[in-house]
């Protein structure tokens, strides 16, 4: 199983990035995706779900900047950002989960950087 995030990178205050994370070998149709995020000297928060049936939630922090969205044919979730804040800056870490009992696999996270 391979999780792996893209898209990060440095941008200005207002700016936008769109993260992409591409999950192979598994059933990528029937999995929750996550993102997470970790700032300096910060717990580990979670940002955004998707559940396989499209339902999506936000941490308040991120809710009518973020959108979470996935594409199955591709074995991708995107967190598209917008409007982004200094706060924003983090590792973004991916996180798929399937199973029952659930299993969890992790990215390696990609660095955003939100800075003028």
């Known amino acids: 199983v391979q999780v792996v995030e893209s898209g990060g990178g440095l941008v200005q205050p207002g700016g936008s990035l769109r993260l992409s994370c591409e999950a192979s070998?598994?059933?990528?149709?029937?999995?929750?995706m996550k993102w997470y995020r970790q700032g300096a000297g910060n717990q580990r928060e979670l940002v955004a779900v998707?559940?396989?049936?499209?339902?999506?939630n936000y941490v308040d922090s991120v809710k009518g900047r973020f959108t979470i969205s996935r594409d199955n044919a591709k074995n991708t979730v995107y967190l598209q950002m917008n409007n982004l804040e200094f706060e924003d800056t983090a590792v973004y870490y991916c996180?798929?989960?399937?199973?029952?009992?659930?299993?969890?696999?992790w990215g390696q996270g990609t660095q955003v950087t939100v800075s003028s």
């Open positions: 996180n798929a989960i399937l199973g029952r009992p659930a299993l969890s696999f």
């Open positions: 070998g598994i059933i990528f149709s029937i999995a929750t």
């Open positions: 998707i559940t396989s049936g499209g339902n999506t």
